[in-house]
Nanobody, 123 residues
């Protein structure tokens, strides 16, 4: 059974940095795409970034491009989201998600989800 466990969230001041981790287990993820989504209170869950596990190809939402970077460590079966120059509008619960196939941004195409980790950016 696939499990995704996020960690690394917390409270940070605007302009600061955090690194989120998503530990994946339960299968081989070589044919999978791993993504980060986020959901702020009262808003829809939105795509943040994705990485193809095999090729390392990434795609990042325009709203965070240049500030957030997704990466993976194959040996540790872990995906990371490095978040720099954080803004109050980045405050949300951040979710890790996985799907087999190509990178897509629509949340309905993802089969597996983690429980989420809270990121709060104070002004």
């Amino acid at each position: 059974q696939v499990q995704l466990v996020e960690s690394g969230g917390g409270l940070v001041q605007a302009g600061g940095s955090l690194r989120l981790s998503c530990a994946a287990s339960g299968r081989t993820f070589s044919n999978y795409v791993m993504s980060w989504f986020r959901q702020a209170p009262g808003k829809e869950r939105e795509f943040v970034a994705a990485i193809n596990w095999s090729s390392g190809t990434t795609f990042t939402a325009d709203s965070v491009k240049g500030r957030f970077t997704i990466s993976r460590d194959n040996a540790k079966n872990t995906v990371y989201l490095q978040m720099n120059i954080l803004k109050p509008e980045d405050t949300a619960v951040y979710y890790c998600a996985a799907r087999r196939g190509s990178i897509v941004t629509q949340k309905t195409w993802y089969d597996y989800w983690g429980q989420g980790t809270q990121v709060t950016v104070s002004s």
